[in-house]
């Protein structure tokens, strides 16, 4: 073993942002080795992987209480130094599967903290989400008939609260929140050998790039459904902000570095982010969603000149309250009609697009010395090559 080098477990490693987690800590010269923790086999999907840096794959569900699964997450975990929680449910879809959305992602964060004390790491960075802190700008009769879309300007953390109850907050955002809670709830914990657990949560919003099997193809099936075009939804003061996948796995190794910087000190420091939320964002072009898909969905030719994308936004956006209305209407006939699942629920899709988020991210700047790795044009042309070599999406469409 390498003397001050580090064992690092990434939870979820095989999936979307885990893949990107593990190739920076690759890349990490204080890393000696990174175990995956996920029930799907890891295979490096990004290329340009470190030889120097081994990756191990556990086959293990974090939220299995059955002997044999604890027992594989105990040996994952035993010697580390460092667990990257990336691990959970993202799903959407509606009527939505409380059950797993619980499992997945509470109870599994439950089982990650446990393992922690017990076999004492130190340090825990849980991935949560920007939709934490959604909460309705309207209420009562004017919100519902509006949509309760969301509106937060430039604000930290200390501004941008989550509410106290999550069951006002979509499904999926409800079960991110309760996990969030247990996780910073858990900092400082007593460790089995006498030491104590920082946590940090970090709270990213939509991601896009490489492996993106979710966002950018989902709305793609969408407009595949008008002849390629996405309907503008939720008037046009709308806007969110969206980040490359790479630089908020980037932000999670900083976290690490950050509590590790935390764990040889033995004052609390002003600037410690130990037991804290952060957003982490990046300089990704800030618009609404459906704008920045049309945008990753054009692809330049071989004279460098973009071509056209290949899915259209309609000029004209309709009103907020029209389209949560519609919305509405059309989950309730769908339901009716099909008494299936629909990928997501149509009027949570208003509100989210009919939002206006934007967020500071200078709690990460300070406290995690985070800057984004990469720049806003790397990260389109990033993006742009990965969905255009998977063959017009076809792939990703019929998944």
């Known amino acids: 073993m390498e003397a001050g080098k580090e064992v690092v477990v990434v939870t979820g490693g095989s999936g979307f942002l885990g893949q990107h987690v593990v190739k920076h800590l690759q890349a990490e010269a204080s890393v000696r080795e990174v175990r995956v923790v996920d029930v799907r086999p890891y295979s490096n999907l990004l290329g340009a992987a470190s030889p120097r840096v081994p990756v191990h794959w556990t086959c293990a569900d974090l939220a299995d209480e059955a002997a044999e699964a604890v027992a594989a997450c105990e040996e994952a975990f035993r010697g580390a130094d460092l667990v990257i929680h990336c691990a959970g449910l993202d799903d959407r879809s509606h009527p939505a599967d409380l059950g797993a959305l619980h499992r997945n992602n509470v109870q599994a964060t439950e089982a990650v903290v446990a393992l922690c004390q017990r076999l004492s790491v130190p340090r825990l960075v849980v991935t949560s989400s920007m939709e934490v802190i959604m909460v309705p700008y309207l209420r009562g009769v004017l919100g519902k008939a509006m949509g309760s879309f969301t509106v937060i300007v430039n604000q930290t953390e200390a501004r941008a609260l989550p509410p106290s109850d999550p069951d006002v907050l979509p499904p999926h955002a409800a079960s991110k929140l309760r996990a969030e ?219």
Not at 196 to 223: F, I, K, N, Q, W
Not at 275 to 298: E, H, I, N, Y
Not at 329 to 345: D, G, I, R, Y
């Open 181 to 399: 809670r247990v996780a910073l709830q858990a900092n400082g914990a007593p460790l089995q050998d006498g030491g104590v657990l920082r946590t940090v949560a970090l709270r990213p919003p939509l991601l896009y790039g490489e492996e993106d099997h979710s966002l950018v193809p989902a709305l793609l099936r969408l407009a595949k459904l008008c002849d390629n075009t996405l309907l503008q939804l939720g008037g046009a003061a709308n806007r969110q902000q969206h980040a490359y996948v790479g630089n908020v796995a980037w932000a999670h190794v900083c976290a690490g570095r950050a509590l590790a910087a935390e764990c040889l000190s033995d004052t609390v420091e002003a600037q410690s982010v130990a037991g804290l939320a952060v957003f982490v964002t990046d300089d990704s072009p800030r618009g609404d969603l459906l704008r920045l898909t049309q945008m990753l969905l054009t692809f330049p030719d071989v004279s460098g000149v973009g071509t056209p994308s290949l899915v259209r936004v309609r000029g004209w956006p309709l009103p907020a309250w029209t389209s949560y209305l519609a919305a509405v209407a059309a989950e309730t006939l769908l339901a009716s009609w099909t008494k299936s699942q629909l990928p997501v629920q149509p009027s949570a899709l208003v509100r989210y697009l009919s939002s206006f988020v934007s967020l500071s991210r200078l709690r990460a700047e300070t406290r995690l010395r985070y800057t984004p790795k990469y720049a806003a044009e790397d990260a389109i042309a990033r993006s742009r090559a990965y969905y255009a070599r998977a063959k017009d999406l076809k792939a990703l469409v019929q998944q």
